[in-house]
């Protein structure tokens, strides 16, 4: 039922759960259900795209754990998919997929929704001005540091609107490139 309230349209998940109710009257009413929603904060929603399943599995049991809900996506048209009918609060994005690239993918979403954070993670080399320029929130290289990964979410999904518009149109911002993980340190760069 979790599965289908995140990711169904509202009118589906009620007709869902009446059907559910008349084949199992122990399942509380809605009304019961929503004092529940209210009391509990709503976890963050993140999209994770990557084509490679040992990383999706990595980070969907590393982010579940730290109390996101993750919804795992292997290239561009299946993230796109999801987008359409689910609202995200963030999107981790690789950019060598099959089918849809990860640039085409980000330039679909964020056409769709220009202040949803995302964050590219690959092994690509030399994408550190691509990233500057097309307004990514933050760029993290493979093999990911998984601390900074953290750190790098939470501070994204703490920013202010203004702040990735700003980053979106171009303007002085700051963008977050971590390093592949034997490299060393994060580096935090003004975007001018």
Request: charged share 25%; hydrophobic share 50%.
């Amino acid at each position: 039922m979790a599965f289908a309230r995140w990711f169904l349209p509202t009118k589906a998940v009620e007709k869902l759960k009446w059907k559910m109710r008349i084949m199992n009257p122990t399942i509380p009413s809605t009304a019961a259900a929503v004092k529940v929603r209210i009391s509990t904060p709503a976890k963050k929603k993140i999209l994770l795209v990557d084509d490679d399943h040992a990383i999706r599995k990595i980070l969907l049991r590393l982010l579940a754990e730290e109390g996101y809900s993750v919804l795992p996506a292997a290239n561009g048209v299946e993230a796109l998919e999801f987008a359409a009918v689910a609202r995200f609060d963030l999107v981790l994005l690789d950019l060598n997929m099959p089918h849809k690239n990860g640039w085409e993918t980000f330039e679909q979403l964020t056409s769709a929704d220009p202040l949803l954070p995302i964050i590219v993670i690959t092994a690509r080399p030399n994408q550190l001005f691509p990233a500057l320029a097309s307004g990514v929130g933050a760029l993290l290289e493979k093999p990911l540091d998984f601390v900074r990964l953290l750190e790098t979410i939470q501070n994204l999904l703490k920013e202010p609107p203004a702040v990735r518009l700003a980053r979106m149109a171009g303007r002085p911002s700051i963008f977050s490139y971590i390093p592949p993980k034997e490299n060393g340190a994060k580096k935090e760069l003004i975007k001018k």
